[in-house]
């Protein structure tokens, strides 16, 4: 996983969770974070494409998972 990018999506969602940084990991998921509805989910993907300088198509972010998963669509997203 690419450490650069999850460290900056992490940085991402401690601001628009407002959560500590201890609740953010490779592993944390929608669930897992109180503040993560909808539209703070809308909220964290336009940030990311912003900060990234990328855009998500709607089925991409269908089957994310998790952070991980995030920072891996990412990294495919700036690769191409």
């Known amino acids: 996983m690419n450490s650069e990018i999850f460290d900056k999506i992490k940085a991402i969602c401690i601001e628009i969770f407002n959560c500590k940084e ?6 944390t998921r ?6 993560w ?14 900060n990234f300088n990328v855009k998500f198509a709607l089925g991409e972010l269908q089957d994310l998972k998790n952070i991980k998963d995030l920072v891996e669509l990412v990294v495919v997203k700036k690769n191409t």
């Open 30 to 35: 929608a669930l897992d974070i109180e503040r």
């Open 37 to 50: 509805d909808s539209l703070a989910h809308i909220n964290l993907v336009l940030e990311i494409e912003k």
């Open 22 to 27: 201890s609740e953010i990991n490779e592993n």
